[in-house]
């Protein structure tokens, strides 16, 4: 019954969960509540942005062709023909001769085709004095300098912050189509568990990965479901692992630290569906599984707490990205230099916990079952496994979390 | 009536709203609702982590002495005294020439000081040959060597991730103290601002600054609270004003670019409060206005969409963030070449939105009234104030967003 651990290189992981992840259905959401979601169709502009041509500054609107050759000294002057007010028509076009006021953002009444700063002019009973040409277009926003209708505005696969959500408020888009939030089920086993609130008797350790994988997901747009700590018995994984993917749209299964262990959930994933990967080529985190129950991604987590979360970060991120589709995910990678030599062996990719400080990034070497690397840590390095180490003052790029 | 606008230096705009930010009073979450709120205690170790000397992987507990020497020609035997489960006490002490069976995570038994793993052995009746010598400690996780009863596991103002999250489950802080959480008024003014669901008419354009500057208000740990838009009429603004002050943590007022409009938001702060700055040396943004009504922090934002959000990065994310107790916020500033000359005025802080690909960063030039540049970047450049502008190849820090 034992699964064969034949080892893939972390490439071969992601293209698998790549493969494996599906979203869920589309919804629709008002901009209210569309921050951090992930746009599921294209959005065009129902209409020329910002609609009409406007002026940037409060001002004169002219004819350019009126203060040609103004100055200080002879200026030109203009009738002027009252003002425009925010958010109302201009009251009259202008012509040849003539110049309405016009603050900030309000219509260029037609005919004019440029604005003079307030700054510049002088008001002399019903007319303005104008001290300075004004080019062409000179402080105005066009019709359509934003954006013209039917123009993409964003595409589909597009994660939501706070500029999008300004665009599509500005384009009208008020329910907005969206991905789905993808339900991810978190399950820990082992005998050796308990939960957060009890106090652990020797040889037993509280289950901080249900937590931590928990809340990894949810900074990845995701919602997780605790199942809670389930006993290394494998009927009663079973049926939790049953309901988990009846009830989400993957599995998050971590645990099993020990061969036993990982033979066990091995064997459950190959008896619900199929077990694509069992160990990766990176560390820590080997002792990684990677399968499906019927179209559910499920992953298999190692049981440390530090090699769960290098293959959170290394793998199943992109599992998460892909599943709540976003099509450009952020990646915050900054290059460092290495404050000492970080030897690794060929043939695997070895992620290093640094603490990055001024442009200088310094191991934190600590054994897989220890969270405070983690804490003290504020990223990792890769080593690739084609490398076998790198040396002090290298140059080195950190993935920061 | 008119407050005269006395431009400041950006590094004194972020001091004068740091002075004004006011966290709200502190709560308790759960570990499952912790996640990205902020730390308003220390949290220290309940007991030693992992609380027992355990074994890191799977193999035979030994004295180390007892393993002297040994090898695959000759190697050490030693009586093997049953195994230890999972969560469970060892059964027995071992002796000299005696060892346990361990699986990867189990205790530790009393007398036992290192664990050969079982690739290194080979079981020979009721005994186990050892061919390979354990050095004290070897494979074995000591019982605070992740973290020592009342270590300091995590400071004050530390917001919690999903590293930070499994931290706490660790140590049983199952209720966690976190700073609550701010609410920010978010008020629109301007007689051109129609909502997002209407079509606007010559001369309005839609609201997009209230939603772009809620949903940053949320991507910065803050819940936002809308007021809609507001006409430039003094009366209702003061009314929704005073019960946004009433209401929220801090308000935050847009609109009101031309002169008119914003003399009317300063004078109405100043009626209600006191205008600290009136006018920050930052290019767009500068008619930017921070003041604050009691204790209430009140920000007026320019009108133009990315003036606005200029504000929000350079000036409004310090107050959020100490608003929601962040000691040490995380900031995303990658290295990366000009791709052209960006000329800038000396005195004044230019921040340029720029598109960051491969290490190049281009900058997008463009009216401040226009989203489409904000859309497109994905970050933004800063140009000193002593600065007379940037040449192309220059080295330059981008801040993403």
């Known amino acids: 019954m034992s699964i064969f651990?034949?080892?893939?290189?972390?490439?071969?992981?992601?293209?698998?969960v790549l493969r494996i992840a599906r979203h869920p259905v589309n919804e629709t959401v008002t901009l209210e509540g569309a921050g951090g979601r992930v746009l599921a169709e294209d959005v065009r502009a129902d209409a020329d942005i910002p609609g009409f041509d406007r002026t940037v500054v409060d001002g004169f609107a002219v004819r350019a062709s009126d203060t040609t050759g103004a100055g200080e000294a002879i200026p030109a002057m203009l009738r002027v023909k009252g003002r425009v007010e925010m958010g109302s028509a201009a009251p009259a076009p202008i012509r040849p001769g003539e110049s309405i006021y016009v603050?900030?953002?309000a219509v260029l009444p037609v005919g004019a085709n440029a604005v003079v700063m307030v700054e510049n002019t002088e008001m002399a009973g019903g007319e303005v004095l104008i001290k300075k040409p004004a080019a062409h277009g000179e402080n105005v926003l066009l019709h359509d300098e934003d954006f013209s209708r039917t123009d993409l505005v964003l595409a589909r696969g597009r994660r939501l912050f706070a500029q999008e959500i300004g665009m599509l408020a500005a384009v009208?888009?008020?329910?907005?189509?969206?991905?789905g939030i993808p339900i991810i089920g978190v399950i820990s086993t082992g005998n050796e568990l308990?939960?957060?609130t009890r106090v652990?008797?020797?040889?037993?350790?509280?289950d901080s990965n249900s937590f931590m994988i928990g809340a990894f997901v949810r900074e990845h747009g995701c919602t997780p479901k605790y199942y809670g700590v389930v006993r290394d018995d494998r009927n009663a994984l079973r049926a939790t692992f049953r309901r988990?993917?009846?009830?989400?749209?993957?599995?998050?299964?971590s645990g099993g630290s020990s061969k036993d262990e990982r033979d066990m959930a091995a064997s459950l994933i190959t008896e619900l569906g199929e077990v694509i990967i069992h160990g990766i080529a990176i560390a820590p985190g080997k002792p990684t599984i990677i399968g499906r129950a019927g179209t559910t991604p499920v992953i298999g987590l190692p049981g440390h707490p530090a090699s769960a979360f290098i293959v959170l970060v290394a793998i199943v991120?992109?599992?998460l990205n892909a599943m709540t589709g976003d099509a450009h995910p952020r990646e915050m990678r900054v290059p460092a230099r290495l404050s000492q030599n970080v030897p690794s062996p060929k043939g695997r990719e070895d992620y290093v916990r640094v603490r990055l400080d001024a442009g200088v990034a310094t191991p934190l070497f600590g054994k897989s079952g220890l969270l405070n690397t983690l804490v003290k840590s504020n990223g990792v390095i890769r080593i690739p496994a084609e490398s076998e180490g790198l040396e002090a003052g290298a140059e080195v790029e950190v993935w920061l979390w």
Chains 1, 2 share one sequence.
């Not at 009208?172 to 991905?179: K, T």
């Not at 652990?200 to 509280?206: A, C, I, T, Y």
């Not at 988990?244 to 299964?253: F, G, H, R, S, T």
């Open 244 to 253: 988990a993917v009846a009830e989400c749209n993957a599995v998050l299964i």
């Open 172 to 179: 009208g888009c008020n329910n907005v189509p969206v991905f």
């Open 103 to 105: 603050p900030t953002g």
């Open 317 to 319: 991120r992109h599992l």
């Open 200 to 206: 652990p008797d020797s040889g037993q350790v509280r």
């Open 5 to 16: 651990l034949k080892v893939v290189p972390v490439p071969e992981a992601i293209a698998a």
């Open 194 to 196: 308990v939960p957060v």
